[in-house]
C-alpha cells in the first residue's frame, strides 16, 4: 500500500462573535423584524464557529462538512460586515499545527485582528482533515484511489495538491496508458514532491516522517519514470538506453530501500525494475550489442501535469446557506449611506432656500408695517394682523416655552462633550500603554502602534468638537436676538387690553378706507400669504420624497465588482428632485416680482397718509410688534433645531463611544496576549550563553567503582601512565593546598549577616549538532543531454535533513448649515 503524508489541524482559542456582531446590528439597523433577524444570524454563526472550532473533529465526511460551511459563511458575511483593526475588531487566535508546545512555554500560537487569519486558518484545517481522510482510504483499488483523490483535493494546498497529481497519475497507469505519457507524469510528480521536500526541510516543528517519505515519493516517482521510458527506448530499439534507465530506476528504489525502508517499502516496484534490468542485459549480451550510455548523456524526460491548481471558489459546502442573506454587502451599505448624505444635502439645500425667501419676505413686510399699517385706520385699536399674532405666541408657551428651550441648551452641550472627552480619553489611555510597552519591548512589541490605528478615529473626533464650536457660536446668535425682541415679544404676551394700551394712538385716516392703492395692496399681500401656503406644501411634498437606491447599487456590484456611488447617486436625485427645483425657484422669482409691486404700491400708500408724530410713533410700536412676532416664530423653531441636534448628536456620539471602546477592549486583548507570548518566550531562553564545560564536569555518575583489571601493557605504554599518574597526583597537591589555604582566611574572618542566596547558574546547553547536508529535490531528476549530472549519484543516495530540535446629524438651518 502507498504512504501518504497526513496533516494536523489547527487549535484556535475560543472567540465571542456575539458581543461585537450584535453591537454593530443594533446600532447600522433599527429595531424591527430586520435586526431581530440579524441578531439570531449572528447567534447561529458563533454556535457554527464553536461546532467546527470548539470540539475535536472526527475522521469523517460530515466533520469535513461543518469545516466547509463555516469557511462558506466567513466567505459570505466578509462583504457585509466592516471587519478591520479600527472598525469592527474580532481578534482570532490559533496555535501551530506542527508546534509540540513545551513544559512551561506552551505551542506557539499568534492573534490578529482578521478575518482573512481566520478564514486561512479554517481552510487549512479542512485540507489537513481531508488529508487525514484519504490517508486512511483503501488505495489498493479505484474506488479508494478516487476517494482518496476526491478528499485531496479540497483546500488544494501545495502539500495535498502534489499527492492529487501523484494518485492521479498512478490511477492512469492503472488503466494502461501509454508509457510516454505515465513517464512524464511521473516525471512531474518527482518534481512536486522536490518543491514540497524544498519548502519544508527548513521548517523545525514537522512531523518526522514528512521529510523522508517526501525524499522517497520523489525517488520513486523519477525510479517510475526512468522505468516507462525505458519501455519507450525498447520499442525505439535503443537497447543501450533502455538498460542505462533501467539501471538508474534500480539505483534509486535501492537508496529508497537503504535509507527509507521505515517509512516508504518499494520491494514490488523493486523487483519488477530488477527483472525487466536482467531481461535487457541478456537481450543486449547475446543479441544485440548495443552501448549502454552514461547517466548524464540520455534525453530528458518531459512532464506533464494531469491537472493544475485552481483558484478557491465557494461555496465549498454542498449544503451552505447564507445565514445573512437579506443583508447586504459593506460597500451597497456605505454607498446608501453616503446617498442618504447627498439626499439630505437636496432636501435641506431646497427647503432652505424658501425658508429664507419667506423671512426676508415677512422682514420686508414688517419694515413696511404691512399689512398692520392697512388695518390701522381708525388710530386707536389694534390691527387684526397684530392680535392675531399675539394670540399665536401666546398659544405656544410665550416667553416661557422660549426660555426653557434656552435653559436646556447647555445641559445638552455639556453631555456631548463629555460624552466626546470620556471617548478620547480611551484612546489616549490605552495608546500611552502602547507607547509603553513598546519602550520597553522595543522589536517584540510588533503589533500596529496604537496612534497609526486611532487616526480616523481621532479625525472623527476631532470633526465632532469642531460642529460643538460651531453650535455654540450659533447659540450665542439666537440668545442675543432674543434679548434684542424679548421685551416686544413679552408685549405681544400681555391681555389685549394691555397691549392696546401700550400701542401708541393716532388721528384716523379713514378717508383712505376703500381708496384704490389700499385695494392694490391687500391683492398683492395676499398674493404673498398665497405663495407661502405653497411653499409650506411643496416642503412637504419634497420632504416626503423617496427611494431605495440598495437595488441599483447591488445591480452595479454584481455587474461591475465596484460601486460609482457619485455617478448613480447624482444621476437619481437629479430625477427625483429636478422638477422640485424648479419649483422652488418660480416661488422665488415670484416673491421678487411681488414685493417690488408691494414696495411701488406701499410708497403711494404713504403719500396719502396723514403725517404725523403721533402716526409715525404707532407705526413704529406695530412695525417693532410685527418684526417680535416673526423673530419669536424663527427663534422657536431655531431653538428646536437645536434641541433635536444635541440630541441627533448624542446618539451618533455614544456610537462612536461604543466604537472607541470596542477597539480599545479588542486592544487591550491582544495586549494580553502579546504579552503573555512575550513572557513565554522570555520563559524559554537560555538565562546564559553556552561556554565550555570542564571535563570533569560533563562525567557520567556512575555506580560502584568496579574492582581493578590487571592489564598488560608494553613499557612504553607504562612510562606513559606512570607519568600521567604523577601529573595527576601533584595536582591534587596543588588543589588540597588552596583548599586549605581558603579555609584558615575564612576562619579568621568576622561573620558578615547572611546574604540572599543566588541562583545558581543555568545549565549551559550543549551546542546544536549541525545537520547533515539538505537533499537536493533536483538531484534525482535526469539531466537534459547536455547538462552534467546534479541529482543523487547511484552509489550516494540524496540525505534528508533531519528536523532541527531547537457623520454627524444634519445642522439647524440656524447654525448656518443646511439642515
Same mark, same amino acid.
Given at each position: 500500500?502507498?504512504?501518504?503524508?497526513?496533516?494536523?489541524?489547527? $487549535?484556535s482559542?475560543?472567540?465571542?462573535?456575539?458581543?461585537?456582531?450584535?453591537?454593530?446590528?443594533?446600532?447600522t439597523?433599527?429595531?424591527?423584524?430586520?435586526?431581530?433577524?440579524?441578531?439570531?444570524?449572528?447567534?447561529?454563526?458563533?454556535?457554527?464557529?464553536?461546532?467546527?472550532?470548539?470540539?475535536?473533529?472526527?475522521?469523517?465526511?460530515?466533520?469535513?462538512?461543518?469545516?466547509?460551511?463555516?469557511?462558506?459563511?466567513l466567505?459570505?458575511?466578509?462583504?457585509?460586515?466592516?471587519?478591520?483593526?479600527?472598525q469592527l475588531?474580532?481578534?482570532?487566535?490559533?496555535?501551530?499545527?506542527f508546534?509540540k508546545?513545551?513544559?512551561?512555554?506552551?505551542?506557539?500560537?499568534?492573534?490578529?485582528?482578521?478575518?482573512?487569519?481566520?478564514?486561512?486558518?479554517?481552510?487549512?484545517?479542512?485540507a489537513?482533515?481531508?488529508?487525514?481522510?484519504?490517508?486512511?482510504?483503501?488505495?489498493?483499488?479505484?474506488?479508494g484511489?478516487?476517494?482518496?483523490?476526491?478528499y485531496?483535493?479540497?483546500?488544494?494546498?501545495p502539500?495535498?495538491?502534489?499527492?492529487?497529481?501523484?494518485?492521479?497519475?498512478?490511477?492512469?497507469m492503472?488503466?494502461?496508458?501509454?508509457?510516454?505519457?505515465?513517464?512524464?507524469?511521473a516525471?512531474?510528480a518527482?518534481?512536486?514532491?522536490?518543491?514540497?521536500?524544498?519548502?519544508?526541510?527548513y521548517?523545525?516543528?514537522?512531523?518526522?516522517?514528512?521529510?523522508?517519505?517526501?525524499?522517497?515519493?520523489?525517488c520513486?516517482?523519477?525510479?517510475?519514470?526512468?522505468?516507462?521510458?525505458?519501455?519507450?527506448?525498447?520499442?525505439?530499439?535503443?537497447?543501450?538506453?533502455?538498460?542505462?534507465?533501467?539501471?538508474h530506476?534500480a539505483?534509486?528504489?535501492?537508496?529508497?530501500?537503504?535509507?527509507?525502508?521505515?517509512?516508504?517499502?518499494?520491494?514490488?516496484?523493486?523487483?519488477?525494475?530488477?527483472?525487466?534490468?536482467?531481461?535487457?542485459k541478456?537481450?543486449n549480451?547475446?543479441?544485440?550489442?548495443d552501448?549502454v550510455?552514461?547517466?548524464?548523456?540520455?534525453?530528458?524526460?518531459?512532464?506533464?501535469?494531469?491537472?493544475?491548481?485552481?483558484?478557491?471558489?465557494?461555496?465549498?459546502?454542498?449544503?451552505?446557506?447564507?445565514?445573512?442573506?437579506?443583508?447586504?454587502?459593506m460597500?451597497?451599505?456605505?454607498?446608501?449611506?453616503?446617498?442618504?448624505?447627498?439626499?439630505?444635502?437636496?432636501?435641506?439645500?431646497?427647503?432652505?432656500?424658501?425658508?429664507?425667501?419667506?423671512?426676508?419676505?415677512?422682514g420686508?413686510?414688517?419694515?413696511l408695517?404691512?399689512?398692520?399699517?392697512?388695518?390701522?385706520?381708525?388710530?386707536?385699536?389694534?390691527?387684526?394682523?397684530?392680535?392675531?399674532?399675539?394670540?399665536?405666541?401666546?398659544?405656544q408657551?410665550?416667553?416661557?416655552?422660549?426660555e426653557q428651550?434656552?435653559?436646556?441648551?447647555?445641559?445638552l452641550?455639556?453631555?456631548?462633550?463629555?460624552?466626546?472627552?470620556?471617548?478620547?480619553k480611551?484612546?489616549?489611555?490605552?495608546?500611552?500603554?502602547?507607547n509603553?510597552?513598546?519602550?520597553?519591548?522595543?522589536?517584540?512589541?510588533?503589533?500596529?502602534?496604537?496612534?497609526?490605528?486611532?487616526?480616523?478615529?481621532?479625525?472623527?473626533?476631532?470633526?465632532?468638537?469642531?460642529?460643538?464650536?460651531?453650535?455654540?457660536?450659533?447659540?450665542?446668535?439666537?440668545?442675543?436676538?432674543?434679548?434684542?425682541?424679548?421685551d416686544?415679544?413679552?408685549?405681544?404676551? $400681555?391681555?389685549?387690553?394691555?397691549?392696546?394700551?401700550?400701542i401708541?394712538?393716532?388721528?384716523?385716516?379713514?378717508?383712505l378706507?376703500?381708496?384704490?392703492?389700499?385695494?392694490?395692496?391687500?391683492?398683492?399681500?395676499?398674493?404673498?400669504?398665497?405663495?407661502?401656503?405653497?411653499?409650506?406644501?411643496?416642503?412637504?411634498?419634497?420632504k416626503?420624497?423617496?427611494?431605495?437606491?440598495?437595488?441599483?447599487?447591488l445591480?452595479?456590484?454584481?455587474?461591475?465588482?465596484?460601486?460609482?456611488?457619485?455617478?448613480?447617486?447624482?444621476?437619481?436625485?437629479?430625477?427625483?428632485?429636478?422638477?422640485?427645483?424648479?419649483?422652488?425657484?418660480?416661488?422665488?422669482?415670484?416673491?421678487?416680482?411681488?414685493?417690488?409691486?408691494?414696495?411701488?404700491?406701499?410708497?403711494?400708500?404713504?403719500?396719502?397718509?396723514?403725517?404725523?408724530?403721533?402716526?409715525?410713533?404707532?407705526?413704529?410700536?406695530?412695525?417693532?410688534?410685527?418684526?417680535?412676532?416673526?423673530?419669536?416664530?424663527?427663534?422657536?423653531?431655531?431653538l428646536?433645531?437645536?434641541?433635536?441636534?444635541?440630541?441627533?448628536?448624542?446618539?451618533?456620539?455614544?456610537?462612536?463611544q461604543?466604537k472607541?471602546?470596542?477597539?480599545?477592549?479588542?486592544?487591550?486583548?491582544?495586549?494580553?496576549?502579546?504579552?503573555?507570548?512575550?513572557?513565554?518566550?522570555?520563559?524559554?531562553?537560555?538565562?546564559?550563553?553556552?561556554?565550555?564545560?570542564?571535563?570533569?564536569?560533563?562525567?557520567p555518575?556512575?555506580?560502584?567503582?568496579?574492582?581493578?583489571?590487571?592489564?598488560?601493557?608494553?613499557?612504553?605504554?607504562?612510562?606513559?601512565?606512570?607519568?600521567?599518574?604523577?601529573?595527576?597526583?601533584?595536582?591534587?597537591?596543588?588543589?588540597?593546598?588552596?583548599?586549605?589555604?581558603?579555609s584558615?582566611?575564612q576562619?579568621?574572618?568576622?561573620?558578615?549577616p547572611?546574604?540572599?542566596?543566588?541562583?545558581?547558574?543555568?545549565?549551559?546547553?550543549?551546542?546544536?549538532r549541525p545537520?547533515?547536508?539538505?537533499?537536493?529535490p533536483?538531484a534525482?531528476?535526469?539531466?537534459?543531454?547536455n547538462?552534467?549530472?546534479?541529482?543523487?549519484?547511484?552509489?550516494?543516495?540524496?540525505?534528508?535533513?533531519?528536523?532541527?530540535?531547537?457623520?454627524?446629524?444634519p445642522?439647524?438651518?440656524?447654525?448656518?448649515?443646511?439642515?
Amino acid at each position: 500500500m502507498a504512504t501518504f503524508i497526513s496533516v494536523p489541524l489547527k $487549535k484556535s482559542s475560543e472567540a465571542d462573535l456575539v458581543k461585537p456582531l450584535s453591537k454593530f446590528v443594533t446600532a447600522t439597523y433599527s429595531a424591527g423584524e430586520e435586526q431581530g433577524e440579524y441578531i439570531r444570524a449572528v447567534e447561529e454563526l458563533n454556535k457554527l464557529r464553536k461546532n467546527a472550532l470548539g470540539r475535536p473533529l472526527d475522521k469523517h465526511e460530515s466533520s469535513l462538512e461543518i469545516l466547509l460551511r463555516y469557511y462558506d459563511q466567513l466567505c459570505a458575511v466578509e462583504p457585509k460586515f466592516p471587519f478591520s483593526e479600527n472598525q469592527l475588531c474580532l481578534t482570532f487566535t490559533w496555535k501551530d499545527a506542527f508546534d509540540k508546545g513545551s513544559l512551561f512555554g506552551g505551542s506557539v500560537k499568534l492573534a490578529l485582528a482578521s478575518l482573512g487569519y481566520e478564514k486561512t486558518c479554517v481552510l487549512f484545517n479542512a485540507a489537513a482533515l481531508a488529508s487525514q481522510i484519504a490517508s486512511e482510504q483503501n488505495l489498493d483499488n479505484d474506488e479508494g484511489l478516487k476517494a482518496a483523490a476526491k478528499y485531496y483535493q479540497v483546500g488544494v494546498p501545495p502539500h495535498i495538491y502534489i499527492v492529487e497529481i501523484t494518485v492521479s497519475c498512478r490511477d492512469m497507469m492503472l488503466n494502461k496508458m501509454k508509457d510516454a505519457v505515465i513517464a512524464k507524469l511521473a516525471n512531474q510528480a518527482a518534481d512536486f514532491y522536490g518543491d514540497a521536500f524544498k519548502q519544508c526541510q527548513y521548517k523545525d516543528n514537522l512531523p518526522k516522517e514528512v521529510l523522508p517519505v517526501l525524499a522517497a515519493k520523489h525517488c520513486i516517482m523519477q525510479a517510475n519514470a526512468e522505468l516507462h521510458q525505458s519501455v519507450l527506448a525498447k520499442q525505439k530499439k535503443r537497447f543501450g538506453e533502455e538498460i542505462a534507465r533501467l539501471q538508474h530506476a534500480a539505483e534509486l528504489v535501492k537508496t529508497v530501500a537503504s535509507r527509507y525502508d521505515e517509512y516508504v517499502s518499494v520491494k514490488d516496484l523493486s523487483d519488477k525494475i530488477n527483472r525487466a534490468l536482467a531481461a535487457a542485459k541478456k537481450d543486449n549480451d547475446f543479441i544485440y550489442h548495443d552501448r549502454v550510455p552514461e547517466v548524464k548523456d540520455l534525453e530528458h524526460i518531459g512532464k506533464a501535469a494531469l491537472v493544475k491548481a485552481t483558484a478557491i471558489t465557494p461555496p465549498l459546502s454542498q449544503k451552505f446557506t447564507d445565514l445573512f442573506e437579506k443583508m447586504v454587502p459593506m460597500a451597497v451599505q456605505q454607498s446608501m449611506s453616503i446617498y442618504s448624505q447627498r439626499k439630505a444635502e437636496t432636501v435641506n439645500r431646497l427647503v432652505g432656500s424658501m425658508r429664507e425667501a419667506t423671512n426676508l419676505c415677512n422682514g420686508v413686510l414688517a419694515s413696511l408695517n404691512l399689512p398692520a399699517a392697512l388695518e390701522d385706520l381708525s388710530g386707536d385699536s389694534i390691527p387684526q394682523s397684530i392680535a392675531e399674532k399675539a394670540r399665536s405666541i401666546v398659544q405656544q408657551g410665550g416667553l416661557q416655552s422660549i426660555e426653557q428651550l434656552i435653559k436646556d441648551l447647555p445641559e445638552l452641550l455639556t453631555r456631548n462633550r463629555e460624552i466626546l472627552d470620556e471617548s478620547l480619553k480611551m484612546l489616549d489611555d490605552e495608546e500611552t500603554t502602547d507607547n509603553e510597552l513598546r519602550t520597553k519591548f522595543n522589536q517584540r512589541w510588533n503589533r500596529t502602534p496604537s496612534g497609526d490605528l486611532y487616526k480616523p478615529l481621532r479625525a472623527e473626533g476631532t470633526n465632532f468638537r469642531n460642529i460643538l464650536d460651531k453650535a455654540v457660536q450659533a447659540d450665542q446668535v439666537v440668545r442675543d436676538r432674543y434679548g434684542s425682541h424679548c421685551d416686544m415679544i413679552a408685549l405681544l404676551c $400681555k391681555p389685549e387690553n394691555e397691549l392696546n394700551a401700550a400701542i401708541p394712538s393716532a388721528n384716523p385716516t379713514k378717508t383712505l378706507q376703500g381708496s384704490e392703492v389700499v385695494n392694490v395692496l391687500r391683492s398683492q399681500l395676499a398674493q404673498l400669504d398665497e405663495m407661502k401656503k405653497e411653499r409650506e406644501t411643496l416642503e412637504g411634498e419634497i420632504k416626503a420624497v423617496t427611494f431605495d437606491m440598495s437595488t441599483a447599487f447591488l445591480t452595479a456590484l454584481a455587474q461591475d465588482g465596484a460601486i460609482n456611488e457619485e455617478q448613480l447617486s447624482l444621476s437619481q436625485l437629479d430625477q427625483l428632485y429636478g422638477a422640485y427645483n424648479q419649483r422652488v425657484q418660480a416661488t422665488l422669482r415670484t416673491q421678487e416680482e411681488l414685493l417690488g409691486q408691494v414696495q411701488t404700491s406701499h410708497q403711494e400708500f404713504s403719500s396719502l397718509k396723514q403725517s404725523n408724530t403721533e402716526a409715525n410713533q404707532r407705526e413704529e410700536v406695530l412695525k417693532k410688534l410685527a418684526s417680535a412676532h416673526d423673530s419669536y416664530v424663527e427663534i422657536s423653531s431655531n431653538l428646536r433645531e437645536g434641541t433635536k441636534f444635541y440630541n441627533d448628536l448624542t446618539e451618533i456620539l455614544l456610537k462612536f463611544q461604543n466604537k472607541c471602546s470596542d477597539i480599545v477592549f479588542a486592544r487591550k486583548t491582544e495586549r494580553d496576549e502579546l504579552l503573555k507570548e512575550l513572557q513565554q518566550s522570555i520563559a524559554r531562553e537560555p538565562s546564559a550563553p553556552n561556554f565550555s564545560v570542564p571535563a570533569y564536569q560533563s562525567t557520567p555518575a556512575a555506580g560502584p567503582t568496579p574492582a581493578p583489571r590487571t592489564v598488560f601493557v608494553s613499557s612504553n605504554s607504562r612510562s606513559q601512565t606512570l607519568n600521567t599518574t604523577e601529573h595527576y597526583k601533584r595536582q591534587m597537591v596543588v588543589y588540597r593546598s588552596v583548599f586549605l589555604l581558603l579555609s584558615a582566611f575564612q576562619a579568621q574572618q568576622p561573620q558578615q549577616p547572611q546574604q540572599a542566596q543566588q541562583q545558581p547558574p543555568a545549565k549551559p546547553q550543549p551546542p546544536a549538532r549541525p545537520p547533515p547536508p539538505a537533499f537536493t529535490p533536483q538531484a534525482a531528476s535526469t539531466p537534459p543531454t547536455n547538462t552534467p549530472p546534479t541529482g543523487p549519484p547511484t552509489s550516494n543516495p540524496p540525505p534528508v535533513a533531519p528536523p532541527s530540535q531547537a457623520q454627524g446629524p444634519p445642522y439647524p438651518s440656524y447654525q448656518g448649515y443646511p439642515g
